[in-house]
DNA sequence: CGTCTATGGTAATAGGTATTACCAAGTCAA
DNA sequence: TTGACTTGGTAATACCTATTACCATAGACG
C-alpha cells in the first residue's frame, strides 16, 4: 500500500483475463470470440470478468484502451526536434516501426473493424494513440518555422500529409495482410525517401542543390 | 440469348440477395450477419443462397469482389497523363472522392476486419481495387520520367509515396469514422497540396521560384 | 403432357451465445 | 469466530447460429 494505482496495474487477475482476451480478439475478432473461451485460456470464473468489466463490450473497451496505451507509450514520441531533417527521420523510423508492428496491426483492425458500431472505441484510440504522434509532429514543424528551416501555413495539415507520406502505400497493403512486417532495412530507406520527397519535392529541375544523388 | 454474361449480371434474384447481405454486411459486419437476417431482408429462402454460393463466406467473398469491381470501375483511373501536373491533380481528385465515400469505407472496414481471417479476400480486393490505380499512376510517372518532367528511381515506390501523401492523416481519421465524407471544395485543397509537396517539397529556402506564394 | 430444375417455406440438426443465479471455498480484518 | 467480500465452478435462461432435409409449387423445355 505504498503508492498504489487507483485501478489498473498489479492485478493479476485483470491481468490475465485482458491478455487471453486480447489474444482471442486479436485472432478471431470481436463478435466471433466468446466469454466462455476467454475463461477457457484464462481460467476463472465468467462471474469475475462481469464483476470486473460489466459486459463483453466493456471488456473490449478496456481492453483497446489500455493496449492502445501501452504500444504508443510516450517515450515514442519524444526525440530531439533539431535539426528538423533529423527529427523528422527519427520520427518517421519510429512511426514506421511501431505501426507495422504485428500487434498494432491486429489492434488497428479490431479498432477499424468495429468503429462503425463503437465509434467512442475509436474515438478513445485515435486520441490515446496515433494523435499524440501528429501533436508532437505538428509542434516540432512549427518550432522549425520559427527558426526558418520551413514555411508553415498549417502545421496540422501538414503533419497529416508528412504522415501519410511515411506510411504511404506500405501500411496499406500491411494492414491488408498483403506483406509482413517490414525490415529494419526497409523501414530506414522508407524514412529517407519520405523525409527527401517531404523536404526537397520531386521535381528536381527546381531543386538548387541535391546532396546525394546518384550519377 | 443474344450476348450473355456467364455467371453475372441479369439475375434479379442473386442481385437481390448480394444487395441485402451487403448493407447488412457493412452495417454489422461479417460475423454479426445472419443468413436468416439476410434471408429476412431480401425474401426468398436459405437454399437459394446455399445453391448459388455455397456458404456464407462464399456469400461475402462474391460479395465483396463485385463491389470492388464496381467501386472501382476502370473509368477513374484513365484520365489525361500530361502535364503531369494535371494528371496528379487530377488522380488525387479521383483518389480522395472514391476512398472516402461511405460505401468505398465500408468496404475497406469488412476487408481490413476480416484480412486476418480471409488472406485471399484482401489479396483480391487489392488487386481488383486499389493495385489498379497504383499502377496507372506508377505509368504515368515513368512516363514523366521520360518526358524529362520528373526524375524517378523507382516508380511503385514513388507512386506509393503520393497515395500515402494524398491520402495524408483525414482517410486514417475517416476509417476510423472521425470524420465524415470530405466536401468537394475540401477535397480539391487537399489534392491541391499534395501536388504542391510532392513536387516541390516544403522546403523553400531551396526553391528557385514559387509560383503562387502568398507573402 | 411429362420431366427437370429452381425456388419458397418450414423444420430439424447440433450446436453456440451473453448474461444471471446459485453455492461452496477461500481471504481478510476485527 | 464472526462477518463481508471476492472468487471458481456449474447450471439455467432464453435465445441465436450455419447448414441440411423435406416437400410443395412453379416455370422451362422437349
Excluded: C
Excluded at 483492425?109 to 484510440?125: H, K, Y
Excluded at 523501414?187 to 546518384?214: C, K, Y
Amino acid at each position: 500500500m505504498t503508492t498504489e494505482a487507483p485501478d489498473l496495474h498489479a492485478d493479476p487477475r485483470r491481468a490475465a483475463l485482458l491478455d487471453a482476451a486480447a489474444s482471442l480478439f486479436f485472432e478471431r475478432g470481436y463478435a466471433a470470440t466468446s466469454i466462455d473461451a476467454i475463461i477457457e485460456r484464462a481460467g476463472g470464473s465468467k462471474r469475475t470478468i462481469y464483476a470486473m468489466f460489466g459486459s463483453k463490450e466493456g471488456l473490449f473497451e478496456a481492453l483497446i484502451r489500455e493496449n492502445t496505451e501501452r504500444m504508443f507509450s510516450a517515450e515514442l514520441f519524444g526525440g530531439q526536434a533539431r535539426p528538423l531533417e533529423a527529427a523528422l527521420s527519427g520520427f518517421a523510423v519510429h512511426l514506421l516501426d511501431l505501426f507495422t508492428r504485428p500487434r498494432t496491426i491486429a489492434l488497428f483492425r479490431l479498432v477499424v473493424a468495429e468503429a462503425g458500431r463503437m465509434p467512442e472505441l475509436a474515438e478513445s484510440f485515435h486520441r490515446l494513440g496515433p494523435l499524440r504522434g501528429r501533436h508532437w509532429l505538428a509542434r516540432v514543424l512549427e518550432r522549425a518555422q520559427t527558426e526558418g528551416e520551413i514555411r508553415v501555413a498549417d502545421p496540422q495539415l501538414l503533419a497529416g500529409q508528412f504522415l501519410g507520406l511515411v506510411r504511404s502505400d506500405a501500411y496499406f497493403e500491411i494492414v491488408l495482410g498483403l506483406r509482413g512486417p517490414l525490415e529494419p532495412g526497409e523501414i530506414e530507406s522508407m524514412a529517407e525517401a519520405a523525409v527527401s520527397t517531404f523536404l526537397e519535392g520531386q521535381r528536381p529541375a527546381r531543386r538548387v542543390n541535391a546532396p546525394d544523388e546518384e550519377i
